[in-house]
């Protein structure tokens, strides 16, 4: 089986973009950082680390401190697949990711969009 290209693919070339769709909808990089910290239980020291280093894909997931809990109530459909469905581990981690800053640039509430309610 062949891996998806997305998991050699650098995180840091992805970050911007997660970035931009939300600061193009009034949000702002601290709640995008936000995000990526509660999924992923890096530290905001670690995190700008990774992309320094160009850390890929299936790394940064891989190596990620302590991967929320809560991640499993992302539900919904990202690039036209239900979340909950894709099997795929890591493939799986990085749609949660995209779903949680869709949520942010559709102007979820912080609250909402961290599962603490």
Request: charged share 35%; aromatic share 8%; glycine share 4%.
């Amino acid at each position: 089986m062949t891996k998806h290209k997305i998991y050699t693919m650098s995180f840091a070339k992805v970050y911007p973009h997660y970035i931009t769709k939300a600061e193009k909808k009034g949000r702002t990089k601290e709640e995008v950082d936000t995000i990526i910290r509660w999924l992923t239980g890096y530290s905001q020291e670690e995190l700008e680390t990774l992309l320094e280093k160009q850390t890929d894909f299936e790394t940064f997931f891989a190596e990620a401190p302590q991967m929320n809990v809560s991640r499993t109530l992302i539900k919904g459909v990202i690039c036209g697949v239900r979340v909950e469905d894709i099997e795929e581990p890591t493939m799986r981690e990085i749609r949660y990711l995209d779903k949680m800053i869709d949520e942010l640039a559709k102007g979820k509430a912080m609250d909402k969009i961290l599962r603490t309610n």
